[in-house]
């Protein structure tokens, strides 16, 4: 089992910034590959980012390509997510996510676990 738990969302105006981590614990997470999903209301979950296990390959959704970065430091089991040039559509509740295997992938049926998710509200 993994447990993660992510942090640092909150409420920004448009334009702003924010930072999100997420630290995980349980096996051996510092081996798997690590992302994050996003679900606004009314709307389905969706894929924003994810990084594989060495960290060399990361994969953004193209809402957010050049706006977010992903992150991991596998001394400390955390991944994290910069947010920056944040709009108000990228408001939603974000969620951490693991895989135990190898690789990355766009669906959310493809990751093992998730977190209780952080909400991230950006005003206009």
């Known amino acids: 089992q993994v447990q993660l738990v992510e942090s640092g969302g909150g409420s920004v105006q448009a334009g702003g910034s924010l930072r999100l981590t997420c630290a995980a614990s349980g096996r051996t997470s510092s081996m798997y590959p690590m992302g994050w999903f996003r679900q606004a209301p009314g709307k389905e979950r969706e894929f924003v980012a994810a990084i594989t296990r060495s960290g060399n390959f990361t994969d953004y959704a193209d809402s957010v390509k050049g706006r977010f970065t992903i992150s991991r430091d596998n001394t400390k089991n955390t991944e994290s997510l910069q947010m920056n040039s944040l709009k108000p559509e990228d408001t939603a509740v974000y969620y951490c996510?693991?895989?135990?295997?190898?690789?990355?992938?766009?669906?959310?049926?493809?990751?093992?676990?998730w977190g209780q998710g952080t909400q991230v509200t950006v005003s206009s």
């Open positions: 996510v693991v895989r135990e295997g190898g690789g990355v992938n766009r669906a959310a049926s493809w990751w093992d676990y």
